[in-house]
């Protein structure tokens, strides 16, 4: 079963800084970069990033890049306010990945683990890796509650507590 990542296991394996290459495109966004492989894993992504009743309250672009940039802005803003955790000045990068195979490379790269994540965020990287064909808005949310949490706090919370917050954050990003 596909399962999203565990933080413990990003603050047990902790490692210094990895430079990620081979991305092809980058789209700047109001809290940072959106990197991705291809043009098909950008639209996979936004295709499985169904918005469902929130979609009016996304901006409309006329491009696949504005688009995303727009969801994921969107996204990053609920999540701070589910989690009533306002952060100013957020800058964090995601990378997307066209699969899950993408994902559990970098997750081994960078922690020497194999996994089977569809998602992780490294804190010591600042970057939120997804699958392109799994980016529901709950694993999208989640990811980015670890994001939320892990720069709100001046020590970051134990590893149960930051699974919690963004269990929350994944749960109520459609209330």
Do not use: C, W
């Amino acid at each position: 079963m596909k399962k999203l990542s565990m933080i413990s296991l990003l603050f047990l394996f902790a490692s210094g800084t990895v430079a990620f290459t081979g991305h092809s495109a980058e789209i700047k966004t109001r809290f940072g970069k959106i990197t991705y492989d291809s043009p098909d894993a950008l639209r996979e992504f936004n295709h499985e990033l169904y918005m469902g009743r929130l979609k009016s309250r996304v901006n409309e672009s006329d491009t696949l890049e504005g688009e995303v940039k727009h969801k994921l802005e969107y996204i990053v803003q609920k999540v701070m306010l589910v989690q009533d955790m306002n952060i100013s000045k957020l800058n964090f990068r995601i990378v997307i990945h066209p699969s899950e195979e993408g994902v559990q490379e970098d997750f081994n790269r960078l922690y020497g683990v194999e996994v089977n994540y569809i998602a992780f965020y490294s804190p010591d990287q600042n970057i939120v890796f997804y699958s392109a064909e799994d980016a529901s808005l709950r694993v999208v949310a989640h990811e980015i509650g670890h994001v939320v949490a892990e720069h709100y706090f001046q020590v970051s919370p134990p590893s149960k507590i930051h699974e919690v917050m963004a269990q929350y954050a994944e749960k109520h990003v459609t209330d």
